[in-house]
């Protein structure tokens, strides 16, 4: 049985544009799902759906079997922006799932020794030790987005939801976040679920992609990508991993061509 | 020297050279007392009558407090109203900004007619002229929250009430406390004119009835005290401003 299931979901804005159509998506246990497409195909919309953030106008998404009818508890998230909290101290952002999610709130009140003590190796493993007093504004945006991705991590979610958060990174500091990401990931084997426009990105981190048509937005294609973990920066300059990212680039401009077409420009 | 003594200096350099251009062109052009005193003449005319003054500076200084308390309290209530509802932004809006637009020197005689001379129609016009920054400041904070910030509390199982206490509120703490500066001189500014228009008590009336005696030093004595409260207050607000809610200004000069 799915961990993660969309069937036949449809979202219609009160503007009446209608955002995704007709989505069907089965996604198991631990599994690393990237969605990719060209803007506005509804990408982050669906994720919304999937964290119950958003109802669909119709269709419906399951999580563990169970209908998704309001926000579901225990998901971390990190978007394009950090959106860290600047009255926070580094750490005390990280720590603040643990003072709000159901399953830890008491526990940490009660003995938050441990859990700072966890919050300190996550921030060690992705290059944060020593920060965990500095303010938000004296880190740098990639440190910024280092310890967004701790605090989407620090309670041990089961899903986590990644709204293009390497994307407004340096190309240096992306690639490093991916292999910091490809280490959380094998450590703790959350359902990971990926928006992104980076192709390489996608190819690199996840097992299954999904790229998605737009106006509507449709799942377009699937693709599964079985290289073994770890998978090395290298990786990504030889030819199997080039081959699948240029596929999956034909794919979308396919899409594109056929937008432009429509609207009369080029093609 | 360092950087704090340093900007201190100039603050009160620049307010001191404003004090002395003053007093050298009164001297310089042989301005009479009663088109405008020098500074010193004005501080000289209140040193006789200090008792009186002290009575009457309390007055407007508490009258001032009174109904910029009540202008906080109705502004963050109304203000969260506004910022939080779609339907009673828009529904409050045009009533508050019509309101606004009413000169409060018109209202006093209203206010007197309803509830006599004295302090109520001072603290009423005080909280009537000061509420309206309140709310819009904390309106505008409240709206301006990423929803992103919300969303990320929302999948950790946070009630909205969690939502708003967690995230909202510290976020639109800057947003208030802005407004606290500006509200706290537009208060002074509320009371004087009322206690101009229509009281036998407080700076405003002092300065009338100095006026009435062709008492201009005495005057200008009323307007400085009234100046340095203001001062004196909007310090406060700052320093509390600094420490409660310092991460909103040190994140750009860090």
Redesign the interface.
Known sequence: MPFIELSNVSLRYDNGYLAVEGVNLSIAQGEFVALVGPSGCGKSTLL?VI???RPPSSGQATVHGQVVRG???????A?Q?P?L???RTILQNIL??LE???RHKQQYRQNPKPYIEAARELMASVGLAGFENA????LSGGMQQRASLC?ALI?QPEIL?LDEPFSALDAFTREELWQAMQVLYMSRKPTVILVTHDLREAVYLSDTIYTMSTRPGKIAYARRVEFPRPRALELTYEDEFAHIVKELREQIGGMRTQISGLKGVGA | MNPRTHDTLIAAGASVGLFVLWELSVRLFKIPPFVLPAPSQAIASLLPVWGVVVGHAWQTLWTTLAGFGIAVVAGVLLGAAVGTSKPLNLALYPILVGFNSVPKAALVPVLVLWFGIGTVPAILTAFLISFFPIVVNVATGLASVPPELREVLRVLGSSRLEAFTRVSIPFSMPYFFASLKVAITLAFVGTVISEIAASQKGIGYLMTSASSQFNVPLVFGGLLLIAIMGIALYAVFAILERRLVGWAYRSQNA
Do not use: D, Y
């Not at chain 1, 926000?71 to 998230?77: T, V």
């Not at chain 1, 303010?135 to 004296?138: A, G, L, P, Q, T």
């Open positions: 919304r964290s119950g953030l926000p579901i508890a225990g998901i971390g998230m978007f922006n959106t909290m600047p009255w603040l799932p709000v999610s159901a303010h938000v504004w004296e605090r309670h939801m």
